[in-house]
């Protein structure tokens, strides 16, 4: 076989999924089972807690239940049924971004990124399965978020190691592997959510594992698509393995990323609102009635992932366009640009709360469609767009703990939203979202400092060239 030959099936290879790389499916494929497993799972985890587990005849049955609610209530208080689900789902839910970390450095140091996501998957299918009893369920939980740590950051990394550091591809890419994630968010509730109305709780909870072992199955069989990975283990009478060193160039990229985060943290603020005060003011602001019939509040949360797919799609297919005419911007400028665009989200609602006080009328939804689109065009700059600089600017040995470490902006920001959110009773309401478009604009210009101080620190040109 010629080297032509050769190069012309690599070039296929690399080009064989919607312009990318073929492993670029199978990853996006596997994502959308695990995120199907994680938000199925989460949308009925309080529910479920709140009407099930934690009434008389369930909770005295969970294992290891009494000194972990006497640990909750040392620092909160008495809490009813409904208030102590609460904490239990706000703690499972901020240790999901935390325990990527200790997931990336075990793939990074030990296992190597294919078995720890193998692991990851594993764990999280045990968790789903386990939720099925009432006494496992700490359990249950223990194995989901140790798996989501192993799983996570590592699967996302492997989506940067498709590309060539300077690849213009790479955030695009990862735009194509969120898009999945969001098919995941609009699928999950609508499966295991009407399992469980229809059957039972653990019939939705076992819906998640099913989904989880899928991706299981189709990641391993992705696997032979993906580059190869440095060994991990010395063979026997092999050279010792080189030490990796960190130069001072990665050094100060870094520290740049690390500093970034409170940042992205700030910026985030009104797209996490939407499942928090987002929904009190809507439902108590939006003109809700259809036909004699009202629409739960909560509907909107299953339109916008709709909505965010598309939004996802169509920035992708923008920048791609936009490359073929132009010079496609770097990560930072997106980033900045996204910021920008979802400040205007919470503006409508500024705009939208003014309406309201002046004609004492609710809103219609055309308000919460607009809302939905400007904060989605501007999610979709920024999220997944962090996702290819942090893994095309860390050092190549430690990819998969700063992929863990990108996703603590989201730990902080939803605590900062939760505060955010203590004070829609406190302010009028224009106020309020207007508070959210400051902090959103501050974050946005610090970007642009950023992109103006540190821009050749980060940009592709300026990578660690990749040696054979």
């Known amino acids: 076989m010629t080297d032509t030959t050769l190069d012309a099936r690599a070039a296929r290879r690399d080009t064989a999924f919607l312009g990318h790389p073929a492993g670029l499916g199978w990853l996006a494929a596997a994502e959308f089972w695990e995120r199907f497993s994680y938000y199925g799972m989460t949308t009925l985890l309080v529910l479920y807690m709140t009407h099930s587990l934690l009434q008389p005849g369930h909770v005295e049955h969970i294992w290891g239940f009494v000194p972990f609610r006497h640990l909750i209530e040392s620092v909160t208080g008495k809490l009813s049924p409904q208030a102590l689900a609460s904490q239990v789902y706000g703690l499972y839910a901020g240790l999901v971004y935390l325990t990527p970390i200790a997931g990336g450095l075990l793939a990074d140091q030990v296992t190597g990124r294919t078995r720890a996501v193998a692991l990851g998957a594993g764990l999280m299918a045990l968790g789903h399965f386990l939720m099925a009893f009432d006494a496992s369920f700490l359990l249950a939980l223990l194995c989901l978020l140790l798996g989501v740590g192993c799983f996570k950051g590592n699967i996302a990394s492997q989506v940067g190691d498709l590309y060539r550091q300077d690849d213009p591809r790479r955030a695009d890419a990862f735009q194509i592997y969120l898009f999945a994630v969001q098919l995941a968010v609009i699928f999950a509730p609508l499966v295991c959510g009407r399992l469980a109305v229809w059957y039972d709780w653990h ?213 900062l939203v939760g505060w955010l959110g203590g004070l829609l009773e406190k302010m009028p309401a224009t106020s309020f979202w207007l508070l959210h478009v400051g902090l959103m604009l501050a974050a946005g210009a610090i970007l642009l400092l950023v992109r103006l101080v540190f821009g050749r620190l980060l940009a592709p040109a300026y990578a660690a060239p990749e040696t054979a």
């Open 203 to 415: 019939w939705g909870f076992g819906a998640a594992g099913v989904g989880m072992l899928i991706g299981l199955v189709i990641y391993l069989a992705g696997r032979p698509t993906l580059p190869e990975e440095e060994r991990t283990r010395r063979t026997a009478g092999a050279a010792p393995k080189p030490v990796h060193t960190v130069t001072r160039r990665e050094w100060a990229a870094l520290a740049v990323l690390v500093a970034l985060l409170p940042v992205l943290a700030v910026g985030q603020v009104g797209n996490g609102e939407i499942f928090n005060a987002y929904l009190v003011w809507g439902e108590a602001n939006y003109q809700l009635g259809f036909f004699g019939m009202t629409m739960p509040i909560t509907d909107l949360l299953a339109y916008g992932s709709i909505i965010s797919a598309g939004t996802i799609a169509s920035s992708a297919y923008f920048w791609r366009w936009w490359g073929r005419h132009w010079r496609e911007p770097e990560e930072i400028s997106k980033m900045t640009i996204g910021v920008a665009i979802g400040a205007a989200a919470p503006l409508l609602l500024v705009a939208a709360s003014a309406l309201i006080a002046a004609s004492r009328q609710k809103a219609g939804l055309g308000w919460a469609v607009a809302f939905e689109i400007v904060n989605d065009f501007g999610f979709a700059n920024v999220f997944p767009v962090g996702l290819a600089l942090y893994s095309r600017a860390a050092p190549r040995h430690l990819v998969g703990a700063v992929i863990g470490l990108y996703y603590l902006h989201l730990f902080f920001g939803n605590l």
